[in-house]
């Protein structure tokens, strides 16, 4: 099944988390180099996600080239909120399905 937009964001957001290095969420999330920038550039614009040079202990100090990716507190509250209208949805199309007589 194809991913959906939404569903490469909850992704990006879940594998950050913790902070995580680009190569390692798109490993994990199955996104090309493309997509990853395209929406890390769009959640970072929304507050959802922050961008920090990670840390070169070879060079004792921060690596212009490799970035850490972590999710703010604003996204790990958009996470929950989509959580919750999910199983909102779930319970709605519950609903649906039951015959009223």
């Known amino acids: ?39 890390t550039r769009h959640l970072v614009t929304c507050g959802l996600l922050t961008a920090t040079p990670a840390l070169n202990l070879r060079l004792k100090g921060p690596s212009k080239s490799r970035m850490l990716y972590q999710t703010t507190e604003k996204g790990k509250i958009f996470l929950q909120k989509y959580a919750e209208l999910l199983t909102l949805l779930e319970i709605s199309d519950k609903y649906q399905t039951i015959q009223i007589t």
């Open 1 to 39: 099944m194809k991913k959906t937009a939404m569903d490469k964001i909850v992704e990006i957001l879940t594998e950050a988390k913790q902070p995580n290095l680009k190569n390692r969420i798109m490993q994990r999330c199955g996104l090309p180099s493309s997509d990853f920038t395209k929406y």
